[in-house]
């Protein structure tokens, strides 16, 4: 027992040393007044006390790891994981006999593979993951004989994959994906008939396939540059098969019909091949089929209308092809399709309006580049959901439908290269969140109409090579040069000078071009007004107060929503006491208030007028706040707007008090002991996210002026009492309608981005305009940060790893493995999920109950995770919209209570 005891104290010594940054002061606690199985990360026998487990994964930490590691022999796990360890993997891990668990992943060690691990033969699951290690695969290692899962991708190990693999005939998960291996896949994998995921993408082989592998379900062969065809042994591979990818090769020759015969197969990727001949129908068998991918080959003939069968596709992508024919009428039947690129390639007849039937469209419809002839049909108004439309560069006529009005979620219109004709119809007005409109090269006459000058999220429009008359509107997108073509548009003139269009004779001049319509005038008059008359109302308020600030008596609840003095603040603050502080942010800080009179509890945010644009932000909160309202919003009570002590101005906003604090506070706690009582159930994070989405989706789609938050981000979300979500600090908001009229604002959003570091757009760091897709961006980043426990800017997001990448690596098949381990903690404790180490040990599943519950509870999360990168997608015209997202997580959550009532 001493020896043992001596042991760990030399061993946290050595560590100790080696650790030069440790942020979450864990060796702090690493000290002699606490027993060492009582240490943070430590877990011993508690019979023998010897050290089991040795955790520390994702603390942070910045070190190297000591030789002497290799003392502490009982070790039967190790989890260093997603720090920033560097240096190279101790020889003396050789000596660890017993261990079965070694996690290095996400770090930055180098080196090459220890020989002297060969001596761990009871290693079960090893994860070096995203590392810098080098060289070949040690002959030596041919002794882990028990291994169930290696996982060596994305290093720059080399040389070839050995053979002496296949003799691991436990192996279920082998990723060497994203190395520098060459040669074959050996055929001894082969004997693995274990294996369920193998990924050996970015590497340089040649083809050989792994038919008698009849438990592998996922397989990642892409970007080897494989030539040759694709054997018909592909037909043999495993029916549990689920996911294939054979991207980016140099495969050709055709699709072989035993295709058919992966039952299970859910994602199919081909892309960037050259790939020819004619698509079997058979692939119609592909029933569980959700995502296909066919794009950049060289397949002709008609598209199968069995794809019709394939009820469950998300995704389809046939575009770069040759394929011919009509597109099949059968499409309609594939009621789940969010995406659909079918351009760029030799389709002929009408657009089916069966295709018009799929509501679920949400992502992109894609039908440019092709022969299409006839109208557009009206049906397209019932693609509501629907994010970019293309139906560019083919031979389509008639009138633009005014039905496309509908399809109000649209952030893309191209209509360019065609014969329509008419004019614009008024119902494009409806399209608030349109960012580009191409409608150049057809036969389209009349007057440009003003409302597109109004439309504010317009970014890109061009109106060139068409039969347009009357004077430009000077407005919006017409105000910028580089963002509107109107070339060979012979009857045009005015305009703003960069456009050099002729000036319009006087006697056509437009005494109400360029004007406001009542519409527009009369809610900014009102809203001006009720400004105005607000701080009319705070200064003579103010100016009373000045003179008799000692003698104003504390009033109720009742009495603050009538306005409030800034001595009365300081008393229900104590005097702004640091003991009082709820928060701080850019403008200012929040404290704690209570009203004397009558006990309530208020928050009281008080601007910081020394930093530049406080002042600006209260006006814009007010402006925002007082004009909304919905259930999830943070009510405000008052503001006061007045001179302190010292005679300088003083701003304040009154809140009700939400008693949970933010969400971030939930997601992060602060304080060790708190993480316990502060830790968010499934249903909770689901509530919430729900909420969010709710509140978004109010403002941006369902007031009379759309609004953009512009500063989503958990700190901003509040709990009340029950849980309930209320979103706050509107300093930033933007009315959609103000950023299209104020020419400030684009200069300003170069310069100053709008938001916080995180959960900014992209789109945003590149100088675009605020619109409601840049919430949307947000909200995706808050989802995937509420159920991964990650913040966007952990320290492990490094080299081009992003939450997003972080969270997309590990869908579809991996999804438990980015889970926040405090959620996992209750699922597990309720039976929702499986803990890991009965898969590891090979141990009987508990009943098929609860396989069945945690498989659900699985398909909730990968779900969820699903929405939140579509919502953060880099495009923003591929961003699923939050009216959408409000369905689809309350359709998860209904999904889940069934399964706790099951």
Request: proline residues 4%.
């Given at each position: 027992m001493a020896v043992q005891s001596d042991m760990v104290h030399y061993f946290r010594d050595y560590f100790k040393k080696r650790i030069t940054e440790d942020p979450l002061s864990v060796m702090s606690l690493w000290n002699h007044s606490t027993h060492f199985c009582s240490w943070v990360g430590i877990t011993c026998h508690r019979a023998t006390q010897r050290v089991l487990i040795l955790d520390l994964q994702d603390k942070q930490l910045v070190g190297s790891i000591p030789h002497s590691i290799g003392n502490l022999t009982?070790?039967?796990?190790?989890?260093l994981g997603i720090n920033k360890f560097h240096g190279e993997i101790p020889q003396e891990l050789g000596r660890l006999r017993t261990l079965e668990s070694l996690n290095l992943s996400f770090n930055s060690l180098g080196g090459k593979l220890p020989t002297n691990m060969s001596h761990c033969t009871q290693?079960?699951?090893?994860?070096?993951?995203?590392?810098?290690?080098?060289?070949?695969?040690?002959?030596?290692?041919?002794?882990?004989?028990?291994?169930?899962?290696?996982?060596?991708?994305k290093n720059n190990l080399s040389g070839t994959i050995p053979g002496w693999i296949g003799n691991f005939s436990s192996l279920r998960s082998l990723r060497l994906g994203g190395n520098n291996f060459q040669g074959s896949i050996p055929n001894e994998l082969g004997h693995i008939t274990t294996l369920e995921l193998f990924i050996v993408g970015h590497n340089n082989f040649f083809l050989h396939f792994l038919t008698n592998c009849t438990s592998l379900r996922y397989l990642s062969l892409s970007f080897n540059r494989f030539g040759g065809e694709i054997p018909r042994s592909i037909a043999n591979l495993s029916t549990q098969l689920q996911t294939l990818y054979l991207g980016g090769n140099l495969l050709h020759g055709s699709l072989p019909n035993g295709i058919g015969n992966l039952i299970n197969l859910a994602d199919l990727v081909m892309t960037d091949n050259y790939l020819a001949g004619v698509v079997p129908e058979e692939i119609g068998k592909l029933k569980k089929m959700q995502r296909l991918v066919l794009s950049a080959n060289k397949f002709s003939g008609p598209i199968p209308s069995s794809l019709g069968n394939m009820t469950s596709l998300i995704e389809l992508y046939m575009d770069g092809n040759s394929f011919e024919g009509s597109i099949p009428p059968s499409l309609g039947n594939c009621q789940n399709l969010l995406k659909l690129l079918l351009n760029n390639n030799n389709l002929t007849g009408i657009i089916p309006k069966k295709l018009m039937e799929l509501s679920t469209l949400s992502g992109r419809l894609d039908l440019s580049g092709n022969y299409l002839t006839g109208s557009l049909p009206s049906e397209v108004g019932d693609l509501v959901h629907l994010t970019v439309l293309n139906v560019s560069n083919n031979k389509l006529s008639g009138e633009i439908p005014s039905t496309i009005g509908r399809c109000t979620s649209l952030g893309g219109l191209y209509l360019d290269d065609n014969k329509f004709e008419g004019t614009i119809p008024q119902s494009l007005k409806d399209l608030k969140g349109l960012e580009e409109l191409d409608i150049s090269s057809n036969n389209?006459?009349?007057?440009?109409?003003?409302?597109?000058?109004?439309?504010?999220?317009?970014?890109?429009?061009?109106?060139?090579?068409n039969d347009f008359e009357g004077e430009l509107p000077k407005e919006g997108i017409f105000s910028n040069v580089n963002g509107v073509s109107v070339l060979g548009n012979h009857r045009l003139c005015g305009g703003i000078p960069e456009l050099h269009q002729p000036t319009c004779p006087k006697n056509k001049h437009h005494s109400s071009r360029g004007l406001l319509s009542p519409k527009v005038v009369i809610p900014i008059s009102c809203a001006l007004a009720f400004i105005i008359a607000l701080s009319c109302f705070f200064g003579a308020r103010s100016m009373l107060k000045k003179s008799r600030d000692g003698l104003v008596t504390s009033r109720s609840y009742k009495d603050w929503k009538l306005g409030v003095s800034y001595s009365q603040l300081v008393e229900s603050t104590n005097g702004f006491s640091v003991d009082n502080l709820i928060g701080s942010g850019s403008f200012g800080s929040v404290f704690k208030g209570v009203i004397p009179s009558d006990g309530t509890v208020v928050a009281v945010k008080v601007l910081n007028l020394q930093q530049q644009g406080a002042s600006k932000s209260f006006n814009d909160e007010c402006k925002a706040l007082r004009s909304v309202r919905h259930r999830n919003l943070v009510k405000i009570i008052t503001a006061c707007s007045s001179i302190d002590n010292h005679g300088r101005d003083f701003k304040s906003l009154?809140?009700?008090?939400?008693?949970?604090?933010?969400?971030?506070?939930?997601?992060?706690?602060?304080?060790?002991?708190?993480s316990p009582s502060k830790r968010l159930n499934f249903m909770q994070r689901l509530n919430i996210a729900i909420d969010v989405a709710s509140v978004l989706d109010y403002l941006h789609n369902h007031c009379e002026t759309s609004i953009v938050h512009c500063?989503?981000?958990p700190s901003n979300v509040l709990l009340d009492e029950d849980m309930v979500a209320h979103v706050g600090d509107f300093g930033l908001a933007r009315f959609l309608l103000e950023a299209s009229t104020d020419h400030s604002l684009s200069q300003t959003m170069s310069s100053q981005l709008k938001g916080s570091v995180g959960y900014i757009p992209p789109e945003y760091g590149m100088g675009g305009?605020?619109?409601?897709?840049?919430?949307?961006?947000?909200?995706?980043?808050l989802l995937l940060e509420m159920f991964t426990g990650k913040t966007p800017t952990d320290d492990m997001f490094i080299e081009g790893l992003s939450i997003y990448k972080f969270a997309a690596m590990a869908l579809p098949d991996h999804v438990m493995d980015v889970v926040d381990p405090s959620l996992l903690l209750d699922l597990e404790a309720d039976g929702s999920v499986n803990d890991d180490r009965y898969e590891r040990t090979a141990l009987p599943r508990r009943n098929n109950r609860r396989v069945v519950k945690a498989k659900k509870v699985e398909e909730c999360l990968f779900a969820v995770m699903q929405i939140g990168l579509s919502c953060c997608a880099v495009s923003p015209r591929e961003r699923m919209l939050l009216n959408m997202v409000v369905g689809k997580m309350s359709a998860i959550r209904d999904s889940y209570l069934k399964v706790q009532e099951g």
């Open positions: 009982r070790l039967i796990e190790i989890s290693l079960r699951f090893l994860d070096l993951l995203s590392n810098k290690i080098i060289g070949s695969i040690p002959r030596q290692l041919s002794s882990w004989l028990s291994l169930t899962v290696l996982q060596l991708g389209l006459s009349g007057q440009i109409p003003e409302f597109i000058g109004k439309l504010g999220a317009l970014q890109y429009l061009n109106l060139s090579h009154v809140f009700e008090f939400m008693p949970n604090g933010s969400l971030d506070s939930w997601l992060h706690p602060r304080d060790e002991e708190q500063d989503l981000k305009q605020v619109s409601i897709l840049g919430d949307v961006y947000s909200y995706g980043i």
